[in-house]
């Protein structure tokens, strides 16, 4: 094996103990936990993620420059030396941090994931980052496209695409972190309505490219009428039989047309451009725009839903987390007396003084290697009260806790012993 296949075997299987990777990882994704960082590099590691936003941020803004200059010189600034070493730049700062947060992959994948360096690239992150990159690789080459060619402006326009990138660091942000827990726990329901959403587009579409679409034959005095012209100024050309053919709808000229004027519709925004010029035309505007409100305002209502529960969530945890603090301040007196009153003290206070014949012995076998029981370990003791636990093994194929009172074990210990599917028994 060379060594850069052994480098990516070490990361794949010791990636999530790594305290290293887990530093980079909490800097180069931006992440707004920071539960799995050594308490002495915490406030470090804070200080250099927002060092490390603010580089990325303004990287990527100065590669929107060519956006704020007038159209007719936008081209010029695209293809001057300046601009494509500039993008360079930008192209090689991106690969780095993609680099980053490919290496970092296996702290986010966790141990249920065996070499997750081969499955990142074909996450939604990563390809998200992959197209942010494109706007940047076509700007490398503008210097050698004829400055009249259309993909020379394209570039430009494309260039937008990079803000992909800013809004990764939007996760820094408590409420745009709320959106995407909300988004990742509904995106197949989301998914599905869009998907609906852009058949019935379709489907409406053609139905009023094949009412609003096409000619027909009016007479010649109409024509004059609706152009407000003589007579005898129109062409003899265009006359036939003494009537002349013109576009039912001259706004929908074709498919494109008449799916733009869909989406405005079906989208409730209505600019106005395009309006129907049948009868039956308007009778599928109508249907398109009452199923609008109604397919839109499922997706609205399942974010809306869901951020306040989040919300919610992340407000009750919040407080029980600063009343356990002030419940652990309080003198084993004070604690007796409150949960003598919630009859919980079982709960709060254990009696170390049980007798060895009392204590159960928890055998979790599993064959992990001694690393990947620590943290399995780790995850199990977070369920238990520390109290509770009299003592601990761990080794290559077996985890044993000693616990000093069997029935005042969380119900989710067990929970989780079975989500990560062990082998168990009490002895």
């Known amino acids: 094996m060379t060594r850069f296949g052994q480098w990516i075997k070490n990361i794949n299987s010791t990636g999530i ?26 406030s470090k590691a804070k200080k250099l993620r927002l060092i490390y936003i603010i580089f990325i941020f303004s990287v990527v803004l100065i590669s929107f420059f060519p956006l704020f200059l007038p159209p007719n010189e936008q081209t010029k600034w695209t293809q001057s030396f300046l601009n494509i070493g500039i993008n360079i730049f930008v192209f090689v700062v991106l690969i780095l941090d993609y680099f980053l947060r490919w290496i970092t992959y296996p702290i986010r994948a966790g141990k249920f994931s065996s070499m997750p360096l081969l499955f990142f690239p074909l996450t939604g992150v990563s390809l998200l980052m992959i197209i942010s990159l494109l706007p940047t690789t076509f700007s490398v080459f503008a210097k050698f496209i004829d400055e009249n060619d259309p993909f020379v402006k394209l570039i430009n326009v494309f260039s937008i695409v990079k803000i992909i990138r800013l809004l990764l660091l939007l996760k820094v942000i408590p409420t745009f972190d709320i959106f995407s827990t909300i988004f990742a726990k509904n995106k197949f329901l989301l998914i599905n309505v869009f998907i609906f959403v852009f058949i019935m587009a379709v489907i409406f579409s053609l139905l009023i490219y094949s009412v609003e679409g096409g000619t027909k034959w009016i007479s010649v005095e109409e024509y004059a009428t609706l152009n407000g012209i003589d007579i005898d100024k129109i062409p003899p050309d265009i006359i036939k039989n003494g009537k002349i053919e013109v576009p039912i709808n001259n706004k929908i000229l074709n498919f494109g047309d008449a799916l733009y004027f869909t989406f405005v519709t079906i989208t409730t925004i209505g600019y106005g451009d395009i309006t129907p010029t049948t009868s039956l035309g308007r009778v599928v505007v109508i249907i398109d725009a009452i199923l609008g409100i109604i397919i839109f305002a499922i997706p609205s209502g399942i974010i809306t839903g869901s951020f306040i529960v989040e919300i919610q969530e992340k407000y009750k945890n919040k407080k029980n987390i600063q009343k356990q603090k002030e419940i652990e301040k309080l003198s084993f007196a004070e ?55 009299r003592n601990y093994s761990i080794n ?16 989710n210990f067990f929970k989780l012993i079975e989500l990560l599917e062990l082998k168990w028994k009490i002895n």
């Open 396 to 411: 290559n194929k077996k985890i044993e806790i000693d616990v000093l009172n069997i029935e005042e074990i969380d119900e």
């Open 335 to 389: 604690r007796f007396y409150i949960n003598m009153k919630s009859k919980t003290i079982n709960l709060v206070h254990k009696n170390h003084e049980h007798k060895s014949s009392e204590i159960k012995k928890i055998i979790i076998e599993n064959n992990a290697s001694q690393d990947q029981n620590n943290i399995i370990y780790e995850k199990l003791a977070n369920k238990l009260e520390q109290t509770n636990i």
């Open 17 to 42: 103990n790594n305290d290293k990777l887990k530093f980079i990882n909490f800097i180069a994704v931006s992440d707004s936990d920071d539960s799995y960082l050594k308490k002495e590099w915490k």
